[in-house]
């Protein structure tokens, strides 16, 4: 409940790194997005983004935000932008837990001809409908074509189109039902990840789910 007592923050009044932080500490959790691309060079690159959500359901749009680089790239445009735009295709493949360690490593501010997988000690698997290839070892991945990029501020949303979704039968339960017990969705928080506990139903007023 609100107190007398509470904090508020004007984001006029606070740096870009203080406002990030209030925000992405407390909208959490966030379902993490590793994506896949290739250059025109057929360079493959990996990586990871956590401002990730579904866009529309009719078509089928995932969308992500890509900021600009960091460390060593700050202020640059990511791989990841740069290739969707070149090639308008790409993957988001869908973490568990168990692959959290090779994520994390997908994520080094490296040189554009480094190959993410490699670094992240995954596999390439072909796509049915675009030239990128999906992440082996994901138990679910999404193959997309961009429909658009919105410029907004530093950041960029991509929307892009389902146009395959692979799920592994470990994650699948029958009837276009994910099995979230079967594979263990990672989360980020702020600065950390965690999984989930055991799910529950909530149900409405009339006893429904």
Do not use: C
């Amino acid at each position: 409940m609100p107190t007398n007592e509470a904090y508020t923050f004007d984001p006029k009044e606070l740096t870009d790194k203080n406002i990030y932080k209030l925000m992405t500490g407390s909208i959490v959790p966030r379902p993490i997005a590793w994506v896949s691309s290739k250059n025109k060079k057929d360079e493959l690159n990996l990586a990871p983004f956590s401002f990730f959500t579904v866009a529309s359901r009719k078509p089928p749009t995932l969308l992500i935000s890509i900021g600009p680089g960091v460390n060593e790239r700050e202020g640059t445009i990511k791989d990841t932008l740069t290739n969707i735009r070149e090639t308008r295709e790409y993957v988001i493949n869908i973490v568990p837990e168990q692959l959290g360690q090779n994520m994390h490593h997908s994520s080094a501010s490296v040189k554009p001809d480094m190959n993410e997988f490699t670094l992240a000690g995954v596999t390439p698997q072909a796509s049915q409908t675009i030239h990128v290839p999906a992440v082996r070892e994901a138990p679910i991945a999404f193959e997309i074509r961009l429909d658009q990029v919105i410029p907004i501020g530093e950041d960029h949303l991509v929307l892009g189109q389902v146009q395959r979704v692979r799920v592994e039968q470990s994650a699948y339960l029958g009837n276009y039902k994910i099995n979230i017990d079967g594979w263990k969705p990672l989360a980020r928080l702020a600065g950390n990840y965690a999984g989930l506990t055991d799910s529950y139903s909530l149900e409405d007023y009339e006893g429904k789910i």
